[in-house]
Nanobody, 117 residues
Framework: QVQLVESGGGSVQPGGSLRLSCAASGSMLSTYVLGWYRQAPGKQRELVAGITNADTTNYADSVKGRFTISRDKAKNTAYLQMNRLKPEDTAVYYC???????????WGQGIQVTVSS
C-alpha cells in the first residue's frame, strides 16, 4: 500500500520557478519508478520526468535543462524542481509510483501549475 500527496503548486510568471513535492507513505518496494506526469485541458497526459530506485533519471525533451527530479530517501519524498517555466508548462501535475514486479501504479491527487503573465 502506497499513498502519494503532492504539494508546492501554484501560479507563476514565465521564467519563474516552482518546486513540487510528493510525500509517500507505505512500504517502498525494491524495484520501482517514481514519476511526474502532467495533463493540460484538451491534451494527452505526458510523462515529464522519472527516477528509479537506483536513482537513474530521464526527462521529456521539452523540459530537459529546466526541470530536475530527485528524491530524499530518508524523508520518503520526491521532488520536481521546475525552472525557467513557460506558459506551455501549465497543467495538472501528478506524482506516480510504479511497482515494477507487479505492474501496479499509484497516483497522487494532482496539483495545478499555472504559468502566465
Amino acid at each position: 500500500q502506497v499513498q502519494l500527496v503532492e504539494s508546492g503548486g501554484g501560479s507563476v510568471q514565465p521564467g519563474g520557478s516552482l518546486r513540487l513535492s510528493c510525500a509517500a507513505s507505505g512500504s517502498m518496494l525494491s524495484t520501482y519508478v517514481l514519476g511526474w506526469y502532467r495533463q493540460a485541458p484538451g491534451k494527452q497526459r505526458e510523462l515529464v520526468a522519472g527516477i528509479t530506485n537506483a536513482d537513474t533519471t530521464n526527462y521529456a525533451d521539452s523540459v530537459k535543462g529546466r526541470f530536475t527530479i530527485s528524491r530524499d530517501k530518508a524523508k520518503n519524498t520526491a521532488y520536481l524542481q521546475m525552472n525557467r517555466l513557460k506558459p506551455e508548462d501549465t497543467a495538472v501535475y501528478y506524482c506516480t509510483f510504479d511497482d515494477i514486479p507487479t505492474g501496479r501504479d499509484y497516483w497522487g491527487q494532482g496539483i495545478q501549475v499555472t504559468v502566465s503573465s
